[in-house]
């Protein structure tokens, strides 16, 4: 450097780029020096640094996410009809789908086998819980998981064939989206219990619920779902472990269709008193109103963006844009929350249920700022649902247009979770969820919150830098 160049450089007023701790930038500031801060960090541990370089300069990257993204937003949602499980899979006695990754007996947790036997004895296929474990475990039965039939199951997740489902349909992609029926809080069979109060609401379902609910959607005509999880985030709920609004207004749009379809009055008047005392009802269309919007963005080479976050109570499993129907998956996590009278986290299972995807899609743990009373249910304060929606739009590419946070001056939600951002911050997705038990027949024992693993996004981190092409 010559004398001159050293002097002009002295002579200069004084200017820095920081990156890191902020802490640095502030002292640099007191003494009146101009700072720009960068906002970098050192790839989240275990994420392959050359690995995460190759996939950020995949030059179909930024376009590719674009395009998951558009598709993803201009999905729409609409409840076409209600039919069991038998027609719409082609299900046959002991077949059955599950929440979650792809997963075995010998690796299935309490409530998943608590809910698989629960459904070997509605089925008829067993008449005792020990009948149904055995012919379980000795392969008498097999079970696959509903995302690899367009479908989602809240909790275990599992369907049989007799049970109903909700058939949404995506008017503008053509897609369709499936979900069972919601059978309520505690003892259910989502949350792995099997015993005879479970039997005797799943047998009223099945009888009752399902086929009327089937007859007033047909008299009704489409409902659009998409619209209602959107007026739902203006009215406190945030579509995952908050649906009370939601439910409220599928009651109310629906019951005088359901007293006019020729029903017997005391099953209108069953199936009211059913839908109305189950704030959780809707939970079972939000679910399939996530998984259009998800599927719309799925297989766009060189996105990075994730269509799918599900737990089997065993694994937690993502698939990203990017990487077509291949799993990565880790340990589950066990929720942090509130538990139900006695229990502790002793009695808790690991994280368990498709219904994450409203996280994917941005909101249930990502609209918590929607829903502040959610906290009174999973844990924490009104300043962490707060804190908690805007730490999201760090790991996420865009934000929902028709999906809106009113407390946040009603910006879109946040949308569009990319893996490169989530390696990069180290910011794992926030999920708010419940807490089955982690002994099969247990049922419910809390709700809480979760993070999904950060080997999940290491792994498709991997696996996007084997497909990226170079610039």
């Not at 509130?338 to 743990?365: C, H, K, V, W």
């Not at 804190?387 to 929902?400: D, G, K, N, P, Q």
Request: net charge negative; hydrophobic share 45%; with cysteine.
């Amino acid at each position: 450097m010559s004398d001159q160049t050293l002097t002009t450089l002295l002579n200069a007023p004084a200017a820095a780029v920081t990156a890191g701790a902020g802490l640095f930038a502030d002292s640099l500031r007191d003494q009146g020096v101009s700072v720009r801060e960068v906002d970098w960090r050192p790839p989240m541990d275990g994420v392959n640094p050359e690995a995460l370089a190759k996939v950020m300069a995949d030059p179909r990257r930024v376009e590719a996410n674009a395009t998951a993204i558009s598709r993803m937003q201009s999905a729409g949602a609409e409840l076409v009809a209600l039919r069991p499980a038998s027609e719409v899979f082609g299900l046959e006695k002991g077949q059955f789908l599950h929440a979650g990754p792809p997963l075995e007996w010998e690796r299935a947790s309490g409530p998943m086998k608590g809910a698989l036997i629960g459904a070997m004895i509605f089925e008829g296929l067993a008449e005792t819980p020990e009948q149904a474990e055995a012919a379980l475990a000795a392969g008498q039965a097999s079970f696959e998981p509903c995302h690899h039939h367009d479908a989602v199951g809240p909790m275990a997740g599992v369907v049989s064939p007799s049970m109903w489902m909700f058939e949404l349909r995506d008017p503008v992609h053509g897609n369709t989206a499936y979900c069972s029926l919601n059978e309520g809080l505690g003892k259910v069979l989502r949350y792995g219990a099997y015993g005879q109060e479970v039997q005797d609401r799943l047998q009223w379902m099945a009888r009752v619920l399902g086929p009327s609910l089937a007859k007033a959607v047909e008299r009704h005509g489409p409902i659009d779902t998409l619209a209602m999880v959107a007026q739902m985030l203006q009215m406190g709920d945030e579509g995952h472990n908050r649906n009370r609004s939601g439910t409220l207004m599928f009651l109310r749009d629906l019951l005088p269709d359901l007293a006019n379809c020729g029903l017997d009055p005391q099953d209108v008047a069953d199936v009211a008193k059913f839908v109305g005392a189950n704030d959780h009802f809707a939970l079972n269309l939000v679910m399939p109103t996530c998984k259009l919007a998800m599927a719309a963005g799925k297989n766009v080479p060189g996105s990075t963006i994730v269509v799918t976050m599900a737990r089997n109570g065993t694994d937690f499993g993502i698939q990203t844009a990017g990487t077509g129907d291949e799993w990565f998956t880790g340990p589950a996590n066990k929720p942090v929350g509130l538990f139900l009278g006695s229990y502790t986290e002793e009695d808790a299972n690991p994280d368990i249920g498709d219904s994450a995807i409203t996280e994917t899609a941005g909101i249930g743990g990502f609209a918590m700022a929607a829903a502040p009373a959610i906290v009174k249910l999973v844990g924490g304060d009104v300043p962490f649902a707060l804190t908690a929606s805007r730490t999201m739009y760090e790991i996420t590419s865009s934000e929902h247009p028709m999906w809106q946070l009113p407390i946040l001056e009603f910006r879109g939600v946040p949308h569009g979770i990319d893996v490169t951002r989530v390696a990069r911050t180290g910011i794992l997705p926030q999920i708010n969820t419940g807490m089955a038990g982690a002994v099969a027949g247990t049922g419910q024992v809390g709700a809480g919150l979760v993070t999904p693993p950060a080997q999940c996004f290491s792994q498709a981190i991997e696996a996007l830098a084997e497909r990226a092409v170079s610039a």
